[in-house]
């Protein structure tokens, strides 16, 4: 399938807001197990593939299990520069250390050493220990520990916002549709 055609309005709006650091910013929505809505901030890590958003995680968070029973979520992206929102629907797919470790050890090594620190800190969520220790860097050759998880969002449905335009535009694009693009009232 040729790239879908939202991917190109992604980029120029990622170019406008490329100065910024949260233009790498978005927001996960996940199904808990009681039914009820959560929502958190990720690190957009890239693509894997032309429709297939990359993130990372920790296993141990609150998020990794409300995948196992609810695997359908929504990302909300802005771009506060371009004036412009994202929203992706599709399923998560999770891959470990011990299911693909060239896979994780690829992915661990394109963080920094900072960033790969977290996942040596103690179970996020947990009561804090004043006692425990939080490094603050983790080295490239390090291996990636079993709670780290490569996040693989397949998306199936995309509604665009761009409020550069008078009346606002607003356009949905379906995996089921072939991408075709639909016009919708903002
Ligand atoms: C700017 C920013 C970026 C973040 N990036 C990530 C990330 O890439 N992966 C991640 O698991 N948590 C990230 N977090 C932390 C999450 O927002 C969240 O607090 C944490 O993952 C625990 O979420 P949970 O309890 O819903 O599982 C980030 C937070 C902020 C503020």
Request: with cysteine.
């Amino acid at each position: 399938m040729p790239l879908p055609p939202w991917r190109p309005l992604l980029k120029a709006a990622q170019q406008r807001d490329s100065r910024s650091p949260a233009a790498r910013w978005l927001q996960l929505a996940t199904v808990s197990r009681d039914g009820t809505p959560r929502v958190r901030t990720l690190v957009s890590r890239g693509w894997r593939s032309d429709d297939q958003l990359l993130l990372f995680t920790d296993a141990r968070s609150e998020k990794a299990g409300d995948f196992s029973h609810q695997s359908c979520v929504e990302v909300c992206w802005l771009f506060a520069k371009a004036k412009q929102q994202f929203r992706f629907r599709g399923a998560i797919s999770t891959t470990n250390p011990a299911e693909d470790p060239l896979l994780c050890q690829h992915y661990w090594a394109t963080m920094r050493d900072s960033g790969r620190a977290l996942w040596a800190w103690p179970d996020p969520g947990a009561d804090l220990d004043p006692d425990a220790s939080f490094p603050s860097e983790l080295p490239e050759q390090s291996t990636p520990p079993d709670h780290f998880l490569v996040l693989t969002l397949q998306v199936s449905a995309v509604d665009h916002l761009d409020l550069t335009h008078h009346p606002h535009r607003r356009r949905r694009w379906l995996v089921a549709d072939q991408w075709r693009e639909r016009r919708l009232n903002p």
